[in-house]
T-cell receptor
Framework: GENVEQHPSTLSVQEGDSAVIKCTYSDSASNYFPWYKQELGKRPQLIID?????GEKKDQRIAVTLNKTAKHFSLHITETQPEDSAVYFCAASKRRGSSYKLIFGSGTRLLVRP | DAGVTQSPTHLIKTRGQQVTLRCSPK?????VSWYQQALGQGPQFIFQYYEEEERQRGNFPDRFSGHQFPNYSSELNVNALLLGDSALYLC??????????????FGSGTRLTVV
């Protein structure tokens, strides 16, 4: 069945350091890979996404890389700040138009120490 | 422009009871998906509605049912509640944005506690 594995489950970094979260997906037909940030008691918020025809995407301090052959993708956060502390979820989907379901990883709790 | 709105925000129910959760999608979105997020877990896909029909369904029992109305709003119904149904229920809407992208926006969720 469809599955997304995410590692690590917790990550603690010093402010200013980089953080990397890795995910592996099982369905080779997946073509859309979003990353969500969820703060305590709040909704998941999309922070960056990538489609299968792109290998890397950057948005300021955040970047995502995709290796379709290995079926894994990673989130990179540089120059981390305390406000980056949250739970991060990766997801994979076979996307067609507005109709698609997201298969989520189990989440990574990121703690940025001041 | 309102985002995805869900009601109620919190709910406490007794085992065996039935519950209805409501969702209004973001303006311009026509597809509504429901997810269950247990504490400390990632969201799990329940089902998706488009044009008032269930289009996709995850691995959830028939106790979970839904509906979509002509104005694209949606309801999630859960019958015969179990303690294990306690979770945050998230509604997400999606559609083809005018920019050509594909938005997928979550609501703040309904926290359901079954006692």
């Amino acid at each position: 069945g469809e599955n997304v594995e995410q590692h690590p489950s917790t990550l603690s970094v010093q402010e200013g350091d980089s953080a990397v979260i890795k995910c592996t997906y099982s369905d080779s037909a997946s073509n859309y890979f979003p990353w969500y940030k969820q703060e305590l008691g709040k909704r998941p918020q999309l922070i960056i996404d990538i489609r299968s025809n792109v290998g890397e995407k950057k948005d300021q301090r955040i970047a995502v890389t995709l290796n379709k052959t290995a079926k894994h993708f990673s989130l990179h956060i540089t120059e981390t700040q305390p406000e980056d502390s949250a739970v991060y979820f990766c997801a994979a989907s076979k996307r067609r138009g507005s109709s698609y379901k997201l298969i989520f990883g189990s989440g990574t709790r990121l703690l940025v120490r001041p | 422009d309102a985002g995805v709105t869900q009601s109620p925000t919190h709910l406490i129910k007794t085992r065996g009871q039935q519950v209805t959760l409501r969702c209004s999608p973001k303006s311009g979105h026509d597809t509504v998906s429901w997810y269950q997020q247990a504490l400390g877990q990632g969201p799990q896909f329940i089902f998706q509605y488009y044009e008032e029909e269930e289009r996709q369904r995850g691995n959830f029992p028939d106790r979970f049912s839904g509906h979509q109305f002509p104005n694209y709003s949606s309801e999630l119904n859960v019958n015969a509640l179990l303690l294990g149904d306690s979770a945050l229920y998230l509604c997400a809407s999606s559609g083809i944005e005018w920019t050509g992208g594909y938005g997928y926006t979550f609501g703040s969720g309904t926290r359901l506690t079954v006692v």
